[in-house]
């Protein structure tokens, strides 16, 4: 789901850049009061995984294929903020080394694919959580990333409205549909990540800010 | 700690160089909705060194892509473990140290 350049105005794309220079500042100010020593390493190999994860599209129904974004599962295990910093770490690289996701788009991206899922997915996964055992949040995980994908599609296809690229209800009904499939493919992935990584570590879901 | 974050930047690199080799060819959904309603994606701004996963070179599409994966997943790895010391560093004065550390404060 990375935009590409040239397809978002420079209106939108700016605008898009102000909001991620913003937010990425915030995020700064919040992650470096919550970190811990063992945070650092913890970010880049997280951060190494959803980098690996995102190159392994699987294919969805109606000859289309998706990636996992990751939002989520990181905003689990490392708080939203740090989280979002690590994955602008991600679509920097991908931008800038691998030409996936436009770096004028880099703004826009960044909020479509991190920021919806890093604080709107987790505030989704931590109200419906709340305290409960491992089921519980395991199913308040699937629902966040699958909700995170989809609203991230949804901001996406109203950017490229706003940039006068494609028709509203058009975009918004195939990009919702398309990503209403990927978003389960995130959500298997983010449950099976989490479990896999609290139960070869369990401490690592404990000291979360 | 050590231990598990070295297994699991493993883990990343075998996903990277391995499954990645798996992964569907097919359109991801941004690209098929942008075909399906006929929108033309732009021209990239720069040209990226590993543009679409590939490391430059004659070597065959399948290894130049492996090579792409672990580049990046490195990169990543680095960046983002970089940018988690520089935000302890940034750790205001007024607040305690974090848990078991007590240097670098400044």
Redesign the interface.
Known sequence: ???????LSAPVWIGAGAVTAGALALC?RR???Q???????????????????Q??????P??????LMGAVLLAVLLGPA?AS??LF??F?????????G???ALGANFINMGLVGSFGGWAVYRLLAGGGGQARRSLAAFVAAWAAVEVG?LL??LQ?WASG???LM??LW??GT??AF?GIGEGLITVATLRF?SA??PSLLESVP | MKTFVLVLLAVSLAVAAGLALLASGAPDGLEHSLASLGVAEGEALLAAPMADYQLPGESPARWRQIGAGLSGTLVVFFLAWLAGTLLRRRRPRSLPPAPAHSQSEH
Do not use: K, W, Y
């Open positions: 789901m990375h935009l590409p350049d040239g397809i700064v992650a470096s009061r970190l811990d020593e063992q945070r650092a390493p913890l970010m880049g190999v997280l951060g190494a995984f959803v980098f690996a994860a190159m392994i599209n699987f294919p969805v109606g000859g289309t294929s998706g990636h740090a910093v690590v770490c991600v920097l690289v991908q931008s800038l080394l691998f030409q996936d436009g770096i004028t599609a996406a296809a490229l690229s494609a028709p058009p975009v195939t990009m398309v990503h990927i990584l070869a570590r």
